[in-house]
């Protein structure tokens, strides 16, 4: 299973982001999304879709639709500036952890 | 709180082998199945290897199948990563992620180790 990622959005500081993570049917699977800083570890943001773990704003939601999940930050701040990564896990695959490629947030 | 460290990192040289060692805190380290990830250099997130809270599931990433091994004590609450035959393409901050209860279970990784950085380099 794969799964893709724009390499890039930008966004003013305020304003709405929608970061996509396509894949074929991929409403039938559940998808995880983590923030990676540059000289940091991943943070998980999302899982299963649309839920947040303790201590994630939120301003931070998700959808998934189709063959298109879509991680949703609001009223964007500087500091959600990141790499994004969408992720499946496909448990009937020989390679079942499956990471997109990620998507730089560049708030301007 | 759930805590996740990393080790073993280095300079090596292609060819050679180093093993890399994760210990876990502050949660039931058996009860979960448990993950490596790499990041190269300026590249994306790329899933290593996964293993089941048993052993009895494990999986690679087809770029290190053959040459990299996990492994897990859960006596020692310790995950492994034994990587022979490294290559350039091989070096990357390498982290260990806490998965779920079941591999059949939906697996995210959370939380993550600070991650060790490997080099390979004659």
């Known amino acids: 299973y794969v799964v893709t990622q724009p390499p890039s959005v930008s966004v003013a500081p305020g304003q709405t982001a929608r970061l996509t993570c396509g894949g074929r049917n991929i409403d039938g699977r559940s998808v995880h999304w983590y923030q990676k800083r540059p000289g940091q570890a991943p943070v998980l943001v999302l899982y299963d879709d649309t839920d947040r773990p303790s201590g994630i704003p939120e301003r931070f939601s998700g959808s998934n639709s189709g063959n298109t999940a879509t991680l949703t930050i609001s009223r964007v701040e500087a500091g959600d500036e990141a790499d994004y990564y969408c992720h499946v896990w496909d448990s009937s695959s020989d390679h079942p952890g499956v990471i997109g490629g990620g998507t730089k947030l560049t708030v301007l | 709180e759930e805590l996740l460290v990393e080790s073993g990192g280095g300079l090596v040289q292609p060819g050679r082998s180093l093993r890399l060692s994760c210990a876990a805190s502050g949660f039931m380290f058996e009860e979960f199945v448990m993950h490596w990830v790499r990041q190269a250099p300026g590249k994306g997130l790329e899933w290593v290897s996964s293993?089941?809270?048993?052993?009895?599931?494990?999986a690679y990433a087809d770029s290190v199948r053959g040459r990299f091994t996990i492994s897990r004590d859960n006596g020692k609450k310790s995950l492994i990563l034994q990587m022979n035959s490294l290559r350039a393409e091989d070096m990357a901050f390498y982290f260990c992620?806490?998965?779920?209860?079941?591999?059949?279970?939906?697996?995210?990784?959370?939380?993550w180790g600070q991650g060790t950085l490997v080099t390979v380099s004659s």
């Open positions: 293993i089941s809270s048993d052993s009895n599931f494990i």
């Open positions: 992620a806490k998965g779920s209860k079941s591999w059949y279970h939906n697996n995210w990784f959370d939380p």
